[in-house]
T-cell receptor, first 110, second 114 residues
Framework: GNSVTQMEGPVTLSEEAFLTINCTYT??????LFWYVQYPGEGLQLLLK?????DKGSNKGFEATYRKETTSFHLEKGSVQVSDSAVYFC?????????FGAGTTVTVRA | EAGVTQFPSHSVIEKGQTVTLRCDPI?????LYWYRRVMGKEIKFLLH????????ESGMPNNRFLAERTGGTYSTLKVQPAELEDSGVYFC????????????FGPGTRLTVL
């Protein structure tokens, strides 16, 4: 079946550092790929998505590129802020059903 | 536009008791989903409604779990009787269309079974 593997956390960074969270997937067909974020005390929010190979999703300074050849969708941000502290989930869509990774907790220190 | 709401935000019950979680989707969203995250692991799909009909309940762990969506608006998820392994965060999501349409999530209900 479809599955998502993302790097384990927690990840602790200083402000303005570069952030990468690795995500790889196993899927039949051509799923859409997503990054969701959960800020403290809030629900899951869609951060960005890509629907086909080589698409790049971007939002709030975050980027991820759908790489079919490496089955990856790594999340990157060039300069993180304290407000980026959250749990990040990589996910793929199996038609209507989302399959998530285990989540990566990111803490950014001032 | 109001987002997806869930009630309660937290619930602490003893093993063997019954708990009912509620989800109110975004108005006009026919598709409603339940997911849960157990022990800080991955978020797993439980089931999918289209209006009041269950389209897929393949993720429901066992028959102690019962989901309903009478009238095609809000949904409830009942756990009866609750077991220790049911502890986790239960998320509800809704979307206007099915397929890979963006799903909007609620804040979740944290369930603790003692």
């Amino acid at each position: 079946g479809n599955s998502v593997t993302q790097m384990e956390g927690p990840v602790t960074l200083s402000e303005e550092a570069f952030l990468t969270i690795n995500c790889t997937y196993t899927a039949t067909g051509y799923p859409s790929l997503f990054w969701y974020v959960q800020y403290p005390g809030e629900g899951l929010q869609l951060l960005l998505k890509a629907t086909k190979a080589d698409d790049k999703g971007s939002n709030k300074g975050f980027e991820a590129t759908y790489r079919k050849e490496t089955t990856s969708f790594h999340l990157e941000k060039g300069s993180v802020q304290v407000s980026d502290s959250a749990v990040y989930f990589c996910a793929l869509s199996d038609d209507y059903k989302l399959s998530f990774g285990a989540g990566t907790t990111v803490t950014v220190r001032a | 536009e109001a987002g997806v709401t869930q009630f309660p935000s937290h619930s602490v019950i003893e093993k063997g008791q019954t708990v009912t979680l509620r989800c109110d989707p975004i108005s006009g969203h026919d598709n409603l989903y339940w997911y849960r995250r157990v022990m800080g692991k991955e978020i797993k799909f439980l089931l999918h409604f289209v209006k009041e009909s269950k389209q897929d309940e393949s993720g429901m762990p066992n028959n102690r779990f019962l989901a309903e969506r009478t009238g095609g608006t809000y949904s409830t998820l009942k756990v009866q009787p609750a077991e220790l392994e049911d502890s986790g965060v239960y998320f509800c999501a809704s979307s206007r269309q099915g397929g890979p349409d963006t799903q909007y999530f609620g804040p979740g209900t944290r369930l603790t079974v003692l």
